[in-house]
Structure formats: structure tokens, C-alpha cells
T-cell receptor, first 112, second 114 residues
């Protein structure tokens, strides 16, 4: 089955430290890949997306993600987290069937 | 301001009652979507519509129904046939419904069935 997997349910990171969230995909073809962020009780906001070309994608709020075909991964990174980055993060994929498939999400807690 | 509105934010219903969740967008987007979110399961697609008067089932359409009579509106009805309707429901829209489109999400409606 085509899917997106986020192996980490919950990550705690200190303010100012770096953050990396993992995303693995399982598709027959290279999917379109997205990272969204959700603040508690709110809707989702797009951080960045990858379709083709340069494998390092820059997004909003200082986030970036790297597409690695050999590892079927699309990990999200931020060099220095802020307390406002505490949220739930979702990786999503799509292979031309107009339906996004979401991972289960990773909750990020930022400690002072 | 352009955006997506969902109302109400919280909704309580008795078991066996149908309930309709509202979703309105003023972004002039062609496509609209309904997702269900449960803890630890991410978002699952219920229905989507790429054009007025047309819609398609998503992965978990059983017990739900939709209509798309106007471009800006995509209401979702949770029927009594839905076995476990308590969840957070998110509506989204995208400009053309194409694979590369960004989806824009509303703030969600939390439905609790008592």
C-alpha cells in the first residue's frame, strides 16, 4: 500500500537546539511530498513541499527538508528551535491521484 | 481576509442524530476536501470535490455524505450510520485540485457524540 510513515510519535527538544523529524514514504513512483504543521486545536499550515529538482527544499519559519530517494525519506530540519515551534508536524505524500496521504504526526515539545 | 471558515468550533450531538458541519471558503478555489483527525492516526480523507456538483469518496466515506452546490461551500453530514463519529474534522481547499497544489485548512470542528 502507498503510504507515508513518521517513526517518531513525540520529540522533546531544548530551545535553541536543532530539530530533525523523520518521514519515510512507500510509493511505486516518486511522490509529491509535503510537510504541514498544526498548532493545538487549529488547522494545518504548509511548511514546504517537494515535487522534483533540487533535493533540499526551503520552507517557512526557518524549516528545510531533504529528499533522499535512496532512503525513501523526506526529513524535516530546523537548525535552532524556538518555543513557538512546539506543535504537531505531519508529513504527507501524493502520487497523482489527487489524494494526500498523511503520516500519523510527530508532536514536538520545546523545553526552556 | 481570504480563508476557510468552519462552524461551529465545538459540536455536541446525541447518538443516532445526523449532524451537518459547515465549510465555507472565499479563496475562489476549485477543490475542497474533508478530513477526519483522530489521535495518533493523522488525517484521513473522507470526501473531496474538484468542481462544483461533483465529489468523490475518500478513504473513509462510509457514514458520511457531502454536497457541492456552490463553489465556496462544501458541507459534510455525519449520519447515524457512522459508527464512531466523535473526532476533529478539518476542511481544506486548493486552487485547482492538482497534485502539486497546496491545501489550505480551516480551523476545524470538534464533534462529540454523547
Amino acid at each position: 500500500a502507498q503510504s507515508v510513515t513518521q517513526p517518531d510519535i513525540h520529540i522533546t527538544v531544548s530551545e535553541g537546539a536543532s530539530l530533525e523529524l523523520r518521514c519515510n514514504y512507500s510509493y511505486g513512483a516518486t511522490p509529491y511530498l509535503f510537510w504541514y504543521v498544526q498548532s493545538p486545536g487549529q488547522g494545518l499550515q504548509l511548511l514546504l513541499k517537494y515535487f522534483s529538482g533540487d533535493t533540499l527544499v526551503q520552507g517557512i519559519k526557518g524549516f528545510e527538508a531533504e529528499f533522499k530517494r535512496s532512503q525513501s525519506s523526506f526529513n524535516l530540519r530546523k537548525p535552532s528551535v524556538h518555543w513557538s515551534d512546539a506543535a504537531e508536524y505531519f508529513c504527507a505524500g501524493e502520487v497523482g491521484d489527487y489524494k494526500l496521504s498523511f503520516g500519523a504526526g510527530t508532536t514536538v515539545t520545546v523545553r526552556a | 481576509d481570504g480563508g476557510i471558515t468552519q462552524s461551529p468550533k465545538y459540536l455536541f450531538r446525541k447518538e443516532g442524530q445526523n449532524v451537518t458541519l459547515s465549510c465555507e471558503q472565499n479563496l475562489n478555489h476549485d477543490a475542497m476536501y474533508w478530513y477526519r483527525q483522530d489521535p495518533g492516526q493523522g488525517l484521513r480523507l473522507i470526501y473531496y470535490s474538484q468542481i462544483v456538483n461533483d465529489f468523490q469518496k475518500g478513504d473513509i466515506a462510509e457514514g458520511y455524505s457531502v454536497s457541492r452546490e456552490k463553489k465556496e461551500s462544501f458541507p459534510l453530514t455525519v449520519t447515524s450510520a457512522q459508527k464512531n463519529p466523535t473526532a476533529f474534522y478539518l476542511c481544506a481547499s486548493s486552487p485547482r485540485g492538482e497534485s502539486t497544489d497546496t491545501q489550505y485548512f480551516g480551523p476545524g470542528t470538534r464533534l462529540t457524540v454523547l
